[in-house]
């Protein structure tokens, strides 16, 4: 009886030893970044939280410069009144983030596998801000306001990029580049076009390069793609990677047959607004 008693005294640590490690993988696992780019993530039930909670290695906020602020939002507003700013609803929640994990927005060493840059050197978040409001004006006020904020933002001085620090800026929507580009001290990067891919600009500067998926693609998911137009595709993704650049397409149809497509074809940040079901997709999937 005593035997049989230590028997199952043991198997019942086993079991509970098989349980915890189980339950410890699920956790490492929604700890690791998916290249997923949470669309316009401001108009989620929890903006920022629910993107960082699902491990997503891109977010995208709207901003507007309206009396020297830069507030969030997609259109222009008649009244800023209940309007978060940027600083309220990403830059001050990160910085506690941030802080409380000793320098990360996710775990050290943590990466997305399916990272076709390859690059060691990656961030572990790159917010985008979309401006909304004119070009140069907007982007001198988005300096200012990163200013308290850097030692968690990635600056780039005289070309040497600070890679210790875990998250990258970078500015789409209205962007004033030759300014940017003439700055000896850059905080906040540049997104890409297609086009801008011939003016050899490093990835600490352009890091990610973005376009409307009509401008490559008819295709919707039904039928075959048509081969000139993947073939043209496939040829401006391997010069952004050869740049060593991640490539974002917008306004694709955001459903798992153009997810599955996207990535196969060397997408590596996936713009949803589905924040879950990519998540679930892409973790099932990999």
């Given at each position: 009886?005593q035997?049989?008693?230590?028997?199952?005294?043991?198997?019942?640590v086993f079991l509970l030893?098989?349980?915890?490690?189980a339950?410890?993988d699920?956790?490492?696992?929604?700890l690791?970044?998916?290249?997923?780019?949470?669309?316009?993530?401001?108009e989620?039930?929890?903006p920022l939280?629910?993107?960082?909670s699902?491990?997503?290695?891109s977010?995208?906020?709207d901003?507007?410069?309206?009396?020297?602020?830069l507030?969030v939002t997609?259109?222009?507003p008649?009244?800023?009144?209940?309007?978060p700013?940027?600083?309220e609803?990403y830059?001050?929640p990160?910085?506690a983030?941030?802080?409380?994990?000793?320098?990360?927005v996710?775990?050290?060493?943590?990466?997305?596998p399916a990272d076709s840059?390859r690059s060691?050197?990656?961030?572990?978040?790159?917010?985008m801000v979309?401006?909304?409001t004119?070009?140069?004006?907007?982007?001198?006020?988005l300096?200012t306001a990163?200013?308290?904020?850097e030692?968690m933002?990635?600056i780039v001085r005289?070309?040497?990029?600070?890679t210790?620090?875990?998250?990258k800026v970078?500015?789409?929507g209205?962007r004033p580049i030759?300014l940017?580009?003439?700055?000896?001290v850059?905080?906040?990067?540049?997104?890409g076009r297609?086009?801008?891919?011939?003016?050899?600009i490093?990835p600490?500067v352009m890091?990610v390069?973005?376009q409307?998926?009509n401008?490559?693609f008819n295709?919707s998911?039904?039928?075959?793609?048509?081969?000139?137009?993947l073939?043209r595709f496939?040829?401006?993704?391997?010069?952004?990677?050869?740049q060593g650049k991640?490539?974002?397409?917008?306004?694709?149809?955001?459903?798992?047959?153009l997810?599955?497509?996207?990535?196969?074809?060397?997408v590596?940040?996936?713009?949803t607004?589905?924040?879950?079901?990519?998540?679930?997709y892409?973790?099932?999937?990999?």
């Open positions: 009886m035997r049989l008693f230590i028997q199952l005294s043991l198997l019942g030893a098989l349980g915890c490690t339950n410890q699920h956790q490492d696992e929604r690791r970044p998916i290249p997923g780019h949470a669309h316009n993530d401001y989620h039930e929890e939280k629910e993107a960082i699902r491990g997503y290695m977010i995208e906020i901003v507007h410069l309206i009396r020297d602020t507030w997609h259109d222009r008649e009244s800023t009144q209940g309007l700013t940027i600083q609803l830059l001050n990160l910085l983030h941030v802080r409380q994990h000793k320098g990360h996710y775990p050290p060493g943590a990466h997305d840059t060691n050197a990656s961030p572990q978040l790159y917010l979309d401006a909304k004119e070009a140069i004006a907007t982007y001198e006020a300096k990163l200013i308290p904020y030692e933002i990635r005289d070309g040497a990029e600070e210790h620090k875990p998250i970078f500015l789409s209205n030759e940017m580009l003439s700055e000896t850059l905080p906040i990067a540049i997104d297609p086009s801008d891919l011939s003016q050899q490093p600490s890091p390069v973005s409307h998926y401008q490559f295709w998911g039904r039928g075959e793609v048509d081969r000139v137009e073939e496939r040829d401006h993704v391997a010069e952004a990677h050869r991640k490539v974002r397409l917008w306004a694709t149809p955001d459903n798992e047959r997810w599955s497509f996207l990535l196969d074809e060397g590596d940040l996936i713009n607004d589905r924040l879950e079901a990519f998540e679930s892409y973790r099932e999937r990999d």
